[in-house]
């Protein structure tokens, strides 16, 4: 018994725990001299503010009145007041600017330094998208009628867009033609005044799903640098990047939790407000020129929900286009929009600003209550329920359709202010083109995420381990008996006579039981990869990433995975088997097998849902874990013409791998030829069937990446 295994894991495992407890020491030291410098710069600053004030005390303040009004103190200090959101504090009153005009200082707000951030990342300085759409139609395939038809209007930059409508009405079909989620079926769409592709400007627009997509195992922080990174030009430096991300995170109130885990729907660990704001962050850390959102009040508390209108609408105030569907809006928040656009059966009943609506149903004999929610009467009138504001008088959709349609409002748009100069337009361009990180970069970023979410679910990968090193030792138990001898063969001549019964099948069966060990191990956590992100997958690729960096990053993620727990496997099925296979071709064999069954869960995972990828998973691991060739053996399927099927599968190799390192060495005394053609097996092709085994595992990745871009998902078109 060779006690190298048990003492290889050993040191391995120590090793493991030392970088763990020496980075977890290493991270505290760093955040402890983050925060001594944070604290050093803040008192710097304080210092200096004061001199500079005590400095100018007798030249400009000491013999003025407080009635002055150039320097009006008493009025300074008592129209401060508290900002609901980091964005707004420059929009309301003119403190921050009167103070710079008075010290003649360069503003600093978070607001400032976020428009500076926003401007570097564009060749040109008019932020924000104009749409202008004609006749915008969509009919799915198969589809009898169209969701959408006749839609004509214009949406100028700069300003926030509430579509409303009942179930069905077409205003989420609507936004997602607009975006190019969808293409069109009739009509046409121009973007600042320019008839094109709106996939080409899937860089510079943002959307954010009404489900929070984040990555549950980082950090709020972490969640929206990843996206800063990967979708900002790739001329700024990872300094610049950092500085944009932290300003956002200040503006969005999200700075006292930025190092908080955001957390699952089922597990929260921040609320669904502060949810919200960091799915809104990851898309503005990519400095967009138009949002769109999708219902970003829906599940939130009245309190979260004017949040995070008022933050949208300073938003727009930074001259970005934002459009969002509402449904059911409170009075306050339904008044926070500039325009509305109402939908109803999937045409336009009415499109304007939010402040004229009421005069327009008005004008149509529509009566609002004094008392009620004017969203509510509105949602109830395009629903077809007008009759409980209109007592006698047509007021159905159809009604609503033809006279919007009919409407002057409608009948002339001005069209002068969306479009662009030649300069800007090239200015543009060139703008798109140089956003993002290179791919080998976001390879690296998308690398990194993954190892740290793995890390952060230390609890399953210790749980892997375990499962591993477990199911090693019971395969070695059953093969303990064995002693090391698992092959008998025909003595060579002239010994030939001497021989007793000839066991060729004990090699095979020790494959077989290898096989089906790992594909139990690993088969479930090779779903859970790829099978738990895949609209992270959509959502980052409808905005502009990489997604072969993405995939890249997530596989190669995995194989420090595969090695730790190939090399627990090995070392307790080693030191109980002793095989007559050397311990590091059996940690080779074992190692690539390992990555089979996590490529080939990789490919369940793109075609199951997310509640029965283990189970199949489990289930094609058993299948080409038992069709091994050892029962029917190769010899037998060779009969059949199906050796080619055998072949294809992993575990064919792998037993052809064990039974070449295990029967070879008695080559000298017995028949090892006879045995190979008894088996069906080769002898003396390991590294080819190493090789093998390593083409296979590959190419199982290759189609869970064509599985998963061919997807009937909305997947970022």
Known sequence: MSFLPPGLILAFDALAILMVVGWRIFAHIRSARSRRSRASRSTKSYVKEASSF???????????????????????????????????????????????????????SDLDLFLQSMAKSMDTGRFGLSFEFTNLMFKPKNADKPVLSKVTGQINRGSLWGAMGASGAGKTTFVNVLMGKKAHT????????VVGDIKKYKKIIGYVPQDDIVIPELTVRENILHSARIRLPASWSDADIQKHVDILISCLQLAHIKDFVVGSAVTPIISGGQRKRVSIGI????????????????????????????????????????????????????????????FGAGRVVYQGPGKDVQAYFHSLGFNFPKSGNPADTIMDIIAGQGRLYKPSGDMGIWHLIEHWKQCQQNQRISLESTGMSTQDSAALRRSIRRRGAPWYRQIYYCFLRSITQQVRLKSGFFFEIGVS????????????????????????????????????????????????AIGLIASSPGVKIFGEEKLVYWREAASGHNRFAYYVGKVVSTLPRVFVASIHFTATFMLLSTPRISWGETFVANGLY?????????????????????????MASLIVGVLNGMSPSLRTVKDWHMTWFW???????????????????????????????????????????????LAIGTIYRVIAFVLLRTSSHQRGK
């Open 54 to 108: 005590d400095d100018r005390t007798p030249r400009s303040i000491q013999h003025q009145s407080f009635e002055d009004d150039d320097v009006n103190l008493e009025a300074r200090i008592t129209n401060v007041r508290r900002m609901d959101t980091g964005f707004g504090g420059a929009f309301d009153g003119a403190f921050f600017v009167r103070e710079s005009a008075i010290t003649n200082e360069k503003p600093k």
């Open 594 to 618: 390992f990555y089979c069954i996590y490529g080939l869960a990789s490919c369940v995972s793109m075609v199951a849902r997310r509640e029965d990828g283990p189970l199949l998973a489990v």
């Open 186 to 193: 009739g009509g046409i769409t121009k973007i600042n005044g």
């Open 647 to 693: 072949r294809i599968l992993p575990g064919t190799w792998l037993a052809e791998a064990y039974f070449d390192k295990n029967v070879s060495p008695w080559g000298h005394l017995c028949l090892v030829d006879k045995a190979a053609a008894v088996s069906g097996f080769d002898l003396g092709r390991y590294g080819m069937d190493m090789c093998v085994l």
């Open 469 to 516: 090193t477990l199911g090693g030792f019971l395969i070695g138990l059953a093969e303990f008996k064995q002693e090391g001898v698992n092959f008998r063969g025909m003595f060579r001549p002239p010994y030939t006579v001497l021989s007793s019964s000839s066991d060729y099948s004990s090699v095979p069966q020790m494959a077989l039981l290898v096989g089906i």
């Open 283 to 342: 898309e503005l850390a990519a400095a967009p020129m138009a949002l769109f959102l999708d219902e970003p009040t829906s599940g939130l508390d009245a309190t979260s929900a004017s949040s995070i209108m008022m933050t949208l609408k300073e938003l727009s105030r930074l001259n970005i286009t934002v459009i969002t569907i509402i449904h059911q809006p409170r009075q306050a928040i339904f008044e926070s929009l500039d325009n509305l656009m109402l």
